[in-house]
């Protein structure tokens, strides 16, 4: 049903005919597939599941970082609700230390893009959950409930996160002014950084794949990305060298703000991302 579906998008919105189509790994929202187009040339194919409608959401991303930022993103050739059709392009998921110092250059590009408020013009995605973005001037107050309240409530209402542990991020929650202090500016991030996002080719990264846009203090994808060890100390010092990163995100900012993709995780999966989302809550004393 997939196949027909990516065959007839591919003949009504590009007006060429497919050769052949094969499944690939990945895609939390949407089927994914590689398709061969007749005359061979390949392109990726997303096609909805379950009917969540998600993909149009996904179009808009990568369209809004091909045009505000020098990102490397597959360019998007249809976007809708039901299909996305997009650039494929080649790499692999594994990093020479020229990658990773490459990966920082692009990303603390991307991070000097500039907003007035927190927040998005629009409400992105993180997997296949909403991710809420009033624009909001205080990054402390968009933090609190639009990333750590907001997830810790949705993962309550799945039954991944029992009713003692969601107060405990309340009370978290209300520590916040206190932990985080004079962030910068909000920046566009990707969102999702880690290793299966990421394509490269010898030295050079090649794509960014699947963001979850929104203005943010840029420390939160640095977070993210030292949370799975998607790089190493080649990433983050090439990266301190253009962007200095400020004192305390090592000590206290990156745990604290990795408590936002451990508690995304526990609504998916539970298990030992509960168990993290418990230590860095005793961490901070809560």
């Not at 005359?39 to 045009?67: C, I, W």
């Not at 107060?167 to 520590?175: A, H, I, M, T």
């Not at 900012?253 to 995780?265: A, F, K, S, T």
Request: with cysteine.
């Amino acid at each position: 049903m997939a196949e027909k579906i990516v065959a007839e998008g591919v003949e009504a919105h590009l007006g060429e005919r497919m050769l052949s189509v094969r499944p690939l790994g990945g895609g939390c929202i949407g089927e994914v597939y590689r398709a061969e187009l007749e005359e061979g040339t390949p392109l990726v194919a997303k096609v909805d599941r379950n009917g969540e409608s998600h993909l149009e959401r996904e179009a808009y991303m990568l369209r809004y970082l091909r045009e505000k930022s020098e990102l490397p993103v597959p360019e998007v050739y249809h976007g809708s609700e039901k299909l996305l059709l997009m650039q494929f392009i080649e790499g692999s998921s594994r990093f020479t230390e020229g990658a990773e110092r490459h990966a920082a250059e692009l990303l603390a590009g991307l991070h000097g893009i500039t907003a007035d408020s927190y927040g998005h013009e629009r409400d992105t995605l993180i997997g296949a959950l909403d991710q809420p973005n009033p624009p909001t001037k205080s990054w402390a107050e968009f933090f609190r409930d639009y990333r750590l309240l907001y997830i810790a409530l949705v993962a309550h209402e799945a039954g991944r996160l029992q009713v003692e542990d969601l107060l405990r991020v309340e009370r978290l929650s209300e520590k916040l002014d206190e932990l985080i202090e004079d962030p910068n500016p909000p920046a566009l991030i990707h969102g999702d950084v880690w290793s299966a996002n990421v394509l490269a080719r010898g030295d050079r990264i090649t794509a960014f794949l699947d963001p979850a846009i929104y203005y943010a203090d840029p420390e939160i994808e640095l977070a993210f990305i030292s949370l799975f060890d998607s790089f190493g100390r080649p990433f983050f010092d090439r990266y301190q060298e253009i962007r200095p990163i400020r004192d305390g995100f090592f000590e206290v900012r990156r745990d604290l703000y990795n408590l936002y993709p451990l508690l995304v995780h526990t609504y998916y999966f539970g298990g030992g991302y509960l168990r993290s989302v418990r230590n860095s809550l005793d961490r901070f004393g809560v």
